[in-house]
């Protein structure tokens, strides 16, 4: 919940649709451990709650929060 409060604030919070973010940042952000960031993430993006865009397997993660229970 965190993890997702915390994306959304720099997406919906700042009104952009996504967020570019590095990964050493989250932990800071929501007083987490990365390990913990790291599940949280993987587990939002499995329940479909995230998108997360990377350019490459080293490039900082776009993040894209979802909110499935809204229409549009």
């Known amino acids: 919940l965190l993890v ?5 604030r720099l997406t919906y919070g ?12 989250l932990p800071q952000g929501t007083g ?17 709650l995230i998108e997360v865009a990377r350019d490459g397997i080293i490039a900082v993660a776009v993040y ?5 229970w809204r229409r549009r």
């Open 4 to 8: 997702y409060l915390l994306l959304w």
């Open 14 to 25: 700042a009104d952009v649709p996504s967020a570019q973010v590095a990964l050493r940042d």
């Open 32 to 48: 987490l451990s990365k390990r913990a960031v790291q599940e949280a993430l993987a587990r939002l993006a499995k329940r479909r």
């Open 64 to 68: 894209t929060v979802l909110q499935p």
